[in-house]
């Protein structure tokens, strides 16, 4: 079992859609989880941390917690073609380093 | 803020030669920085984690005399891909941690894109 799975994509979503990602991770210790976003060509850029149970909201981006099913997930609402990237999912290890699944890739069809 | 530069970022050398990439926390201390590598339509994959002053951490199957790793100051750390061959060609990304509401965060370059003739 790999350690971050992350949703078989690609996904294709219409513009103004609600975009769901989702992932899981093996780790039972982890506590903290980020999702990446990354363009073609260009290295990934931080768009949300998560350390505790729930929600959390920023713009159109919500992050996703339960730690008992070890599920992080990432809602992108009124997807934009500009969202159109791969997402990566990562999780800190006790040793501060990120493992990250393989990535979904997201398309945003105008 | 916790903005990482890389420098090259593009690179074409011939096999056999050495390439050094510097990787630079800009606007914070970087104690603890990562080196990456990518292949295309791959996720990122963990080469080593250098802390400040000490040597490197390799992960299981990356050779540490082939890339050197110097971490020498709390803002600089640089990869070196000595005698480089063809199938070093990848994209090498580097991340710097910082503080996050007491919790660390990964800050990423921009990568370095090596390609080896």
């Known amino acids: 079992q790999k350690e971050v799975e992350q949703n078989s994509g690609p996904l294709s979503v219409p513009e103004g859609a609600i975009a769901s990602l989702n992932c899981t991770y093996s780790?039972?210790?982890?506590?903290?989880f980020f999702w990446y976003r990354q363009y073609s060509g260009k290295s990934p850029e931080l768009i949300m941390s998560?350390?505790?149970?729930g929600d959390k909201e920023d713009g159109r981006f919500t992050a996703q917690l339960n730690k008992a099913s070890q599920y992080v997930s990432l809602l992108i609402r009124d997807s934009q073609p500009s969202d159109s990237a791969t997402y990566l999912c990562?999780?800190?290890?006790?040793?501060?380093?990120?493992?990250f699944g393989e990535g979904t890739q997201l398309t945003v069809n105008p | 803020g916790a903005v990482v530069s890389q420098h090259p970022s593009w690179v074409i050398c011939k096999s056999g030669t050495s390439v050094k990439i510097e990787c630079r926390s800009l606007?914070?201390?970087?104690?603890?920085m990562f080196w990456y590598r990518q292949f295309p339509k791959q996720s990122l994959m963990l080469m080593a984690t250098?802390?400040?002053?000490?040597?490197?951490?390799?992960e299981q199957g990356v050779e540490k005399d082939k890339f050197l790793i110097n971490h020498a100051s709390l803002t600089l750390s640089t990869l070196t891909v000595t005698s480089a061959h063809p199938e070093d060609s990848s994209f090498y990304i580097c991340s710097g941690t910082g503080a996050e509401g007491g919790t660390e965060t990964q800050y990423f370059g921009p990568g370095t894109r090596l390609l080896v003739l």
């Open positions: 990562a999780v800190h290890d006790s040793g501060s380093r990120l493992t």
């Open positions: 250098s802390n400040e002053g000490s040597k490197a951490t390799y």
């Open positions: 998560i350390y505790s149970n």
């Open positions: 606007d914070f201390q970087a104690t603890t």
């Open positions: 780790d039972r210790v982890s506590q903290s």
